[in-house]
C-alpha cells in the first residue's frame, strides 16, 4: 500500500530513506531545518567501512575521555554537566564500556556496513548517478608499539568476521603509498574499506529525488506534532497543520528533541568533528585514519580532506581553533611534507554525529508512537552504514521483512 511519507531531517539518512521509499511507490516530502548543503553528512571523511567493527561504546572510551578532558586539542573531548538527558546517556553510555558489548555489537555493526556497502555498489551501477567512490582500502597509521598492538587485535577480530585486513611494516606502507613520505612504525590495512566525496554523492541524491518527485520543503524546523491516540495526526508548519501516514525522524542528533515532543525517550547526545580541505596536490592516495591523534585523512575529488575531533557537548557552533589545529598538525606530523596553510585552517568546517548510548544506531518503530520509524544514532559511520539504513527504513514504512537482524537496532532497546 502507497503511503504518503515525511522524512524530517535530509541528510544522507533521510536522502537514502527517500530513495528507497519511492522505490516502493510511496510518496514522500523531506522537511529539512537547513538548506541542505551542510553539516555532517557535507563534511564528514567519506570512509565506507566495514573494517570499523568496534563500537565507540568500547573498554577504555570513558577512561580516554577523562584523561583528555581538560586538554582542549585532545581528539576526544566530553563536556560534563548536570542535565538529565546527558546524566542518563553517559551512564548507559559507561555501562556499555565492555568486551562483551563490543563482541555482541559485531554483528549488529557488520551486517549494516556490508548490506549498505553492497547497495551503494547497486546504486553506483545503476547508471543514475555519477559519484566519487573507490575501493583502496584504509590504512591505520600507528606511531608506537601499544598502538600496532591495538590494531593488530582488531585485525585479528576483523579477519576472524571475514573481511579482508592485515598488518604492514614501514617498508610495505611505502610500498603502498610510495609517492608521499610518511613518518609511522607500520599500520592496519583494511582492505575491505572504501571512500567517496560527500558533497557529490549527496548532490546526485538530492538531483535524483527531485526528478523522481521527492518534495523538499527546506529552512523549515519541524517542532510541533499534533498526536491523535498513538498516532502522530499532522505536524504544524508555519502553523498550517500537515497530514502524512508515517513520519522518518532522521534528524542526527536533534532527533532526540523531536522524540521528547511525543514522548518518546531516546539516549542520544551530539558528537561535534571538524574538517578541511587542501586544494594542492598532496600526492596521498590511500585513505589513513592517524591512531594516535585519530584524525581521518581522504584523498576525494579533486581534494584531499582532514577531519576529527568528537567534542560531546551541547550543541552550538563555535568553532575551536585549537581542535583545528590539532587535526592539521597531527597530519603535518604523519606526512612531513605535507602543509596546512593558515587560510586552510580558518576554512575548516563543522558537523555533528548522532552519538548513541551504546555505539548502536536506533533504526525501527517506536512502542508509544506507532506512525514514526526512527533513524539515528550512527555514531562515526552513519556514511557507512546510509543505503543499508535508508533501507530498513523503507522495510520497516512498506511492513516488509528485512534482510537483516533489525533488532540489534530497536529504538527500544534497553541499556
Ligand atoms: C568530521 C566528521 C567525519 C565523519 N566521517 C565519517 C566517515 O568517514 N564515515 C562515516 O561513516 N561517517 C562519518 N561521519 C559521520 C556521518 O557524517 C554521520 O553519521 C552522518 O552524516 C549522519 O547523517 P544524518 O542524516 O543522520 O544526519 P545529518 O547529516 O546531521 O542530517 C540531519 C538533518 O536533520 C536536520 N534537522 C535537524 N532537526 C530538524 C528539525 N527539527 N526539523 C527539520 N530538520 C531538522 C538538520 O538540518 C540536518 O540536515 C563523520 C562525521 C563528522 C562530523
Known amino acids: ?62 577512561r580516554q575521555g577523562i584523561r583528555w578532558m581538560f586538554n582542549s586539542s585532545s581528539p576526544l573531548y566530553i563536556e560534563p554537566r548536570i542535565n538529565i538527558d546527558f546524566l542518563k546517556w553517559i551512564y548507559a553510555f559507561n555501562k556499555s564500556c565492555t568486551n562483551k558489548h563490543v563482541i555482541n555489537s ?51 577480530l576483523a579477519i576472524e568476521n571475514g573481511l579482508e585486513a592485515k598488518m604492514l611494516n614501514k617498508d610495505e606502507i611505502k610500498q603502498l603509498e610510495p609517492d608521499v613520505e610518511i613518518d609511522s612504525i607500520g599500520g592496519a590495512y583494511f582492505k575491505c574499506d572504501q571512500h567517496s566525496t560527500p558533497g557529490e554523492f549527496m548532490s546526485e541524491l538530492k538531483n535524483f529525488l527531485l526528478r523522481k518527485g521527492v518534495k523538499f520543503i527546506k529552512n523549515t524546523m ?36 523531536l522524540c521528547n515532543k511525543i514522548g518518546v525517550k531516546l539516549l542520544l547526545q551530539a558528537g561535534k568533528g571538524y574538517s578541511m580541505n587542501v586544494d594542492e596536490q598532496t600526492n596521498i592516495n590511500i585513505p589513513a585514519i592517524l591512531v594516535e591523534s585519530k584524525c581521518a585523512v581522504t584523498p576525494m575529488n579533486g581534494f584531499t580532506r582532514f577531519s576529527g575531533t568528537m567534542e560531546i557537548a551541547p550543541i552550538n557552533n563555535v568553532i575551536r581553533k585549537n581542535r583545528v589545529d590539532a587535526i592539521a598538525n597531527s597530519a ?9 596553510t593558515e587560510d586552510v585552517r580558518s576554512k575548516a568546517t563543522f558537523g555533528f554525529r548522532a552519538i548513541s548510548a551504546d555505539g548502536l544506531p536506533y533504526i525501527g518503530r517506536s512502542n508509544k508512537i506507532k506512525n ?41 532497546r534497553k541499556f
Open 1 to 62: 500500500m502507497s503511503k504518503n511519507v515525511a522524512i524530517i531531517g535530509g541528510g544522507v539518512i533521510g536522502l537514502c530513506s527517500a530513495y528507497y521509499l519511492i522505490k516502493e511507490g510511496h510518496s514522500v516530502t523531506i522537511i529539512d531545518k537547513s538548506s541542505l548543503d551542510s553539516g555532517a553528512s557535507y563534511v564528514n571523511a567519506g570512509y565506507l567501512c566495514p573494517g570499523h567493527i568496534i563500537p565507540l561504546a568500547a573498554p577504555g572510551t570513558i
Open 106 to 156: 559485531i554483528p549488529a555493526i557488520l551486517n549494516l556496513s556490508l548490506l549498505s556497502q553492497d547497495l551503494l555498489d547497486e546504486i553506483k551501477h545503476s547508471n543514475n548517478f555519477k559519484f566519487h567512490y573507490e575501493k583502496k582500502g584504509l590504512l591505520m597509521l600507528c606511531k608506537t608499539d601499544n598502538s600496532m598492538a591495538h590494531e593488530e587485535h582488531t585485525v585479528g
Open 222 to 257: 519541524v517542532d510541533n506534532f499534533i498526536l491523535t491516540g498513538d498516532k502522530i495526526k499532522h505536524i504544524l508548519i508555519d502553523n498550517n497543520p500537515i497530514k502524512f501516514d508515517e513520519y522518518v525522524f532522521s534528524a542526527g542528533p536533534w532527533t532526540n528533541h
Open 332 to 340: 603535518c606530523s604523519y606526512y612531513p611534507n605535507l602543509k596546512i
Open 372 to 412: 514514526i520509524v526512527i533513524a539515528t544514532g550512527h555514531n562515526m559511520t552513519g556514511w557507512s552504514m546510509s543505503t543499508g539504513t535508508g533501507k530498513l527504513v523503507s522495510d520497516f514504512i512498506s511492513e516488509k521483512s528485512s534482510s537483516i537482524d533489525t533488532s540489534f537496532y530497536s529504538p527500544e
